[in-house]
Nanobody, 126 residues
Framework: QVQLVELGGGSVQPGGSLKLSCTIP????????VGWFRQGPGKEREYVAG????????YYADSVKGRFAISRDNAKQTVYLQTNNLTPEDTAVYYC???????????????????WGQGTQVTVSS
C-alpha cells in the first residue's frame, strides 16, 4: 500500500511557524485530490486545507484562512502546508491524505480519502 510521507512537525511558541510536507511516492501526482487534516486532543479529525484534482482549486478551513498556505512541487511530488501565526488551538496531529475518487462535495470529509500519512505532531505552547 502506498504510504504518504510526512515531515515537518515540531514544537513552537504562539506566533511561530512550521512548514509541513507530504510526498506521494510512485504515483501520478496530478491524479490525486490532496488534503491536510488535523486531530487535536479529544477532538475529531478536521479538514485544514487541500487541493482539488490537478491542483485547480485550493480549499481552507475558516479557522486557518490567512494563516496557512498550501503549495506543491510537482517535480518532487510533494505538497506543503505552511503554517503561520500558530496558536495553541492549532496543536494537533496533522495528517496528509490523498485520493483519486474524492468528489468536490466531499473534499472536506476524511472518509473520502483512501491514502494517509502517519501523522506529524504540531505543538504550540509558551
Amino acid at each position: 500500500q502506498v504510504q504518504l510521507v510526512e515531515l515537518g512537525g515540531g514544537s513552537v511558541q504562539p506566533g511561530g511557524s512550521l512548514k509541513l510536507s507530504c510526498t506521494i511516492p510512485g504515483r501520478t501526482f496530478s491524479r490525486y485530490v490532496v488534503g491536510w487534516f488535523r486531530q487535536g486532543p479529544g477532538k475529531e479529525r478536521e479538514y485544514v486545507a487541500g487541493f482539488a484534482r490537478n491542483f485547480a482549486t485550493t480549499y481552507y478551513a475558516d479557522s486557518v484562512k490567512g494563516r496557512f498556505a498550501i503549495s506543491r512541487d510537482n517535480a518532487k511530488q510533494t505538497v506543503y502546508l505552511q503554517t503561520n501565526n500558530l496558536t495553541p488551538e492549532d496543536t494537533a496531529v496533522y495528517y496528509c491524505a490523498a485520493g483519486t475518487g474524492v468528489i468536490t462535495s466531499r473534499i472536506r470529509v476524511a472518509a473520502a480519502y483512501d491514502l494517509w500519512g502517519q501523522g506529524t505532531q504540531v505543538t504550540v505552547s509558551s
